[in-house]
Nanobody
Framework: QVQLVESGGGLVQAGGSLRLSCAAS????????MGWFRQAPGKEREFVVA????????YYADSVKGRFTISRDNAKNTVYLQMNNLKPEDTAVYYC??????????????????WGQGTQVTVSS
């Protein structure tokens, strides 16, 4: 069992930055790949970025490449999402998630076993 708690969301102007954190409980955090997804009002949840268990591999949606960076600190049971050059279209609730099985794709929310409660990111123009 893994519990995830996101923090770091807020209101920022376009071009600004935010850093989201996702703190995980449980001693097996390092065995999970982690992902960030987002959901804007009236839209479906979409993949943003993911990182493998060791942090050696990362995967980004085209819409955030070059602007967002995912990282993790397994000693602190935490995964981070650094978001730079934010745009109004980045406005959404951001969720972190943990994927247990390495056989499932990282790009689908259905592959993830545990989810946080979400944190709101609002980017004003």
């Amino acid at each position: 069992q893994v519990q995830l708690v996101e923090s770091g969301g807020g209101l920022v102007q376009a071009g600004g930055s935010l850093r989201l954190s996702c703190a995980a409980s449980g001693r097996t955090f390092s065995s999970y790949a982690m992902g960030w997804f987002r959901q804007a009002p009236g839209k479906e949840r979409e993949f943003v970025v993911a990182i493998n268990w060791s942090g050696s591999n990362t995967y980004y949606a085209d819409s955030v490449k070059g602007r967002f960076t995912i990282s993790r600190d397994n000693a602190k049971n935490t995964v981070y999402l650094q978001m730079n050059n934010l745009k109004p279209e980045d406005t959404a609730v951001y969720y972190c998630a943990a994927r247990g099985s390495p056989l499932r794709t990282l790009y689908s929310g259905n592959s993830y076993d545990y989810w946080g409660q979400g944190t709101q990111v609002t980017v004003s123009s």
